[in-house]
Nanobody, 115 residues
Framework: QVQLVESGGGLVQPGGSLRLSCVGS????????MRWYRQAAGKERELVAG???????NYADSMKGRFTISRDNAKNAVYLQMNSLKPEDTAVYYC?????????WGQGTQVTVSS
């Protein structure tokens, strides 16, 4: 069955960086677009970035220039490099696969940006 496992979250000071990872299994990873979402406390889940099977990327406007999504199909992994982090980036970050119109989510990884 499909599994997505995120890692790499933690506590970081404003202006710092983190790199999140998501490893997928149970599907042909290289065939699918992968996306990162985040959900802050009391807010709706929002799209952060996506990367297509061919490597085309897209970002939410507020993340452009600070976040970079990438993938390594040999490792069945998608990454989110986050730089210049702000307190408002504090959230649980999730990776998502959409397969045959069904969404699969990982368990999420907490990112806290605070001094």
């Amino acid at each position: 069955q499909v599994q997505l496992v995120e890692s790499g979250g933690g506590l970081v000071q404003p202006g710092g960086s983190l790199r999140l990872s998501c490893v997928g299994s149970g599907f042909t990873f290289s065939d699918y677009t992968m996306r990162w979402y985040r959900q802050a406390a009391g807010k709706e889940r929002e799209l952060v970035a996506g990367i297509s099977a061919g490597g085309r990327t897209n970002y939410a406007d507020s993340m452009k220039g600070r976040f970079t999504i990438s993938r390594d199909n040999a490792k069945n992994a998608v990454y989110l490099q986050m730089n210049s982090l702000k307190p408002e980036d504090t959230a649980v970050y999730y990776c998502k696969l959409r397969q045959f119109l069904v969404d699969f989510w990982g368990q999420g990884t907490q990112v806290t940006v605070s001094s």
